[in-house]
């Protein structure tokens, strides 16, 4: 699929995902635009979603994890495919559509909160993103007689 980032490899969803998910005649009626129909699927508009849906979640997942996450993970997926799906409405989308997007968004916040984790092996955390707690590192402390006088 053309019109992607150079800095991705691949989107973390793709036009089959959409089929796959949501139809392909649901698609042709979100994206055959044009002045005359042409009853297909416009990869272009699906690519444009796409790559609008990739730069909103890269955004708020930025500070957290190395990105591009490659493969995406099954969560991100999901939301990808919500946001990407809400992305190709022209006019308001129906209920089930919006609560979609906005559950998709919410997962993204907590996300990027770090109050919900990516904890799937190949999602390192962006340096400088580990745990809140006091880290310590010392010089190494043998037991010797010395320094254990009192306690031997």
Same mark, same amino acid.
Not at 41 to 47: F, K, R, S, Y
Not at 49 to 59: K, Q, V
Not at 78 to 95: G, V, Y
């Given at each position: 699929?053309?019109? &992607?980032?150079?800095?991705?490899?691949?989107?973390?969803?793709?036009?089959?995902?959409?089929?796959?998910?949501? $139809?392909?005649?649901?698609?042709?009626?979100?994206?055959?635009? $044009? @002045? =005359? @129909? &042409?009853?297909?699927?416009?990869?272009?508009?699906?690519?444009?979603?796409? +790559? *609008?849906?990739? @730069?909103?979640?890269?955004?708020?997942?930025?500070?957290?994890?190395?990105? %591009?996450?490659?493969?995406?993970? %099954?969560?991100?997926?999901?939301?990808?495919?919500?946001?990407?799906?809400?992305?190709?409405?022209?006019?308001?989308?129906?209920?089930?559509?919006?609560?979609?997007?906005?559950? #998709?968004?919410? &997962?993204?916040?907590?996300? @990027?909160?770090?109050?919900?984790?990516?904890?799937?092996?190949?999602?390192?955390? +962006?340096? $400088?993103?580990? $745990?809140?707690? #006091?880290?310590?590192? *010392?010089?190494?402390? %043998? =037991?010797?007689?010395?320094?254990?006088?009192?306690?031997?």
């Amino acid at each position: 699929m053309g019109g &992607q980032g150079d800095h991705r490899l691949m989107p973390y969803c793709t036009l089959q995902d959409l089929i796959d998910r949501f $139809g392909e005649r649901a698609l042709v009626a979100l994206t055959d635009r $044009g @002045a =005359f @129909a &042409q009853g297909t699927v416009d990869e272009a508009t699906v690519d444009r979603a796409i +790559a *609008d849906t990739d @730069a909103t979640i890269d955004a708020y997942l930025a500070k957290r994890y190395a990105l %591009p996450l490659t493969p995406a993970q %099954p969560l991100v997926k999901d939301i990808a495919l919500a946001i990407a799906f809400w992305k190709l409405h022209t006019h308001a989308p129906d209920p089930k559509v919006e609560a979609d997007f906005r559950e #998709a968004m919410r &997962q993204l916040q907590q996300l @990027a909160a770090g109050t919900m984790v990516l904890a799937a092996a190949g999602v390192p955390e +962006a340096p $400088g993103t580990g $745990g809140t707690g #006091a880290r310590l590192t *010392d010089r190494a402390r %043998p =037991f010797t007689e010395q320094n254990m006088k009192g306690f031997i």
